[in-house]
């Protein structure tokens, strides 16, 4: 009985941790379909960019102001009411048969969406168990990627032929599943608070990690959303299509195994090289001749697990109080989100217009650009 009490708090994280999970699944469920919503319903790329992204909708516009209050209301409620929103928009997702009724459902989603992804990192920072803190920030950096990479895994295991209606039945399942064991397990509590307060409006964002997680942010939903396609259309690759999305959360294990061992210096400090490291993989990505790419499309994969892991995971360095960080927290989510959200459809009218080559070198770009910003801006900080 005395181990009941240590197990309780691991469990309700870990379940949390799979929320996000989740929550990214949901996000990622129309990247294996792309060709198949065009085909089916004539939808053009940047259509199918803004479908994946719409979710984030609320995140871009509201995370801000929507932090404060979430917060407020109540950690273990807001999770609960996240989760229901997502499950109830996936089930709605699954019966919609016109673009209308998709964009409908997507923004119930949305709604769900904004309440996870600021209240659940909050609870993951106050409620980890002291040793696994690091650990679990880590990994939860890294839910839209490894959503992503589920989504693959889950179409890959499909019926052949399946209808689209039934292949979004077994998203919003798996949804429910989760949603249910959120509302079982987690348990209201009062969080512990490690560090000090400061006046309301007065703590300062760490906008150098904003300004990253919003480049990352750009590189990976651009990436995965539109990698399906590129691979539909190619020969045999070394590393599989449903492989490389793997890759994401090895990056992410990697460095949380990195950082439970380290002290917080290193988290910072892996921001301008994991950056460099996609840029190098992004113009090579993907070869229009018959060359095979897929190793550098896992290195790429795996190079956007570590950065977003350092990113996240450097908030309770660079900042100086709780209050500090929970606001960046909060921008954080909010530039993710708006990069989500016009980052698939600008991704989308970048290859339409200049093709892979343009998409590559874009990002490519992309990522020597934060590096510079990350590089620059920590180094003055003095990280």
């Known amino acids: ?22 929550t990214g699944l949901q996000l990622g469920r129309i990247a294996p379909y792309a060709v198949r919503l065009g085909d089916e319903f004539g939808f053009s790329h940047p259509t199918i960019g803004w479908l994946t992204s719409l979710v984030t909708l609320f995140v871009a516009l509201f995370a801000i102001p929507a932090a404060r209050v979430i917060t407020s209301f109540g950690l273990v409620l807001a999770i609960k009411l996240g989760a229901i929103a997502m499950a109830v928009g996936a089930v709605l997702f699954a019966f919609a048969d016109t673009l209308p009724l998709m964009i ?18 909050s609870y993951l920072a106050v409620k980890a168990p002291d040793s696994l803190r690091r650990v679990f920030l880590a990994l939860w950096s890294s839910f839209v990627p490894v959503g992503f990479a589920l989504s693959n895994g889950l179409s890959g295991v499909m019926p052949q032929g399946a209808q689209l209606q039934d292949i979004w039945f077994a998203y919003a399942g798996a949804m429910g599943v989760v949603a249910f064991l959120v509302l079982i397990i987690l348990a209201d509590a009062q969080p512990k608070t490690a560090r000090g307060s400061d006046p309301v409006g007065k703590a300062k964002i760490a906008w150098a990690l904003v300004v990253s997680f919003g480049v990352y942010a750009f590189l990976s939903i651009g990436f995965f ?10 020969g045999p690759q070394m590393v599989s299509a449903a492989v490389v999305p793997l890759f994401v959360p090895l990056g992410s294990f990697t460095a949380a195994f990195l950082f439970a061992r380290t002290d917080g210096a290193l988290p910072p ?9 996609i840029g190098c993989c992004a113009a090579f990505c993907f070869p229009e001749t018959a060359s095979d790419g897929s190793v550098l499309r896992a290195v790429f994969a795996f190079a956007c697990g570590l950065t977003a892991a350092a990113i996240f995971t450097s908030v309770p360095v660079v900042t100086d109080s709780a209050d500090a960080a929970a606001r960046t927290i ?3 989510a909010q530039a993710g989100g708006a990069m989500v959200l016009l980052g698939a459809p600008l991704s989308g009218f970048i290859l339409e217009t200049g093709g892979w ?27």
Do not use: D, W
């Open 1 to 22: 009985m005395r181990s009941a009490q240590p197990i309780k708090p691991l469990l309700s994280c870990l379940v949390v941790l799979l929320l996000g999970y989740s």
């Open 104 to 121: 409908a459902a997507r923004v119930i989603e949305a709604a769900g969406h904004i309440i996870t992804v600021i209240a659940a990192p």
């Open 225 to 234: 959303t539109f990698s399906p396609s590129y691979t539909a259309t190619s």
């Open 269 to 277: 400090r892996l921001i301008s090289p994991g950056f460099l490291l």
């Open 330 to 332: 909060g921008a954080i």
């Open 357 to 383: 080559g343009m998409l590559e070198f874009s990002f490519l770009g992309a990522a020597l650009a934060a590096a510079s910003i990350a590089l620059v801006s920590l180094r003055r900080a003095n990280i």
